[in-house]
């Protein structure tokens, strides 16, 4: 795993917010299914999918960190929500940081390079057929 200093988009402590189409873009699956979906890309990967969060309360949506640009152009199923920036509409991302008390937020996989993100295309392919 690299040092905080290396990942240079990691809030320091607690959790901050980060604009979509800077650094990624993100896909939010809400409740059980984006557990599963996080999951399933965790064993097609070998247990590194990417960097993904998950938020403990509320909908309890789980944030896919995808590549800047890479959600558009895509059939995403019902039930996805993407963070996008664009002309007249700005999102923003909920960041954990890596060793803090960050409740209601929580890495269900921590990110392990600095521009190691999830793959879109498997991503996309997983909502699709895990339905």
């Known amino acids: 795993m690299n040092t905080q200093s290396e990942l240079t988009w990691l809030p320091e402590s607690g959790i901050q917010l980060r604009k979509a189409g800077v650094r990624f873009d993100a896909?939010?699956?809400?409740?059980?299914?984006?557990?599963d979906i996080a999951d399933w890309l965790a064993r097609m990967t070998g247990g590194d999918p990417g960097p993904?969060?998950?938020?403990?309360?509320?909908?309890?949506g789980v944030y896919f960190l995808v590549p800047v640009g890479s959600t558009s152009h895509r059939?995403?199923?019902?039930?996805?929500?993407?963070?996008?920036?664009?002309?007249?509409?700005?999102?923003?991302?909920?960041?954990?940081a890596l060793n803090d008390l960050t409740w209601p937020l929580s890495w269900r996989y921590r990110p392990t390079?600095?521009?190691?993100?999830?793959?879109?295309?498997?991503l996309c392919t997983a909502?699709?057929?895990?339905g």
């Open 27 to 35: 896909i939010r699956v809400d409740g059980e299914r984006g557990r």
């Open 52 to 60: 993904i969060v998950e938020t403990a309360t509320g909908r309890r």
């Open 75 to 96: 059939a995403w199923p019902a039930g996805v929500t993407r963070f996008v920036a664009g002309p007249g509409h700005v999102s923003y991302i909920p960041v954990p």
């Open 113 to 122: 390079a600095p521009d190691r993100l999830v793959h879109t295309r498997l």
């Open 127 to 130: 909502l699709h057929s895990q």
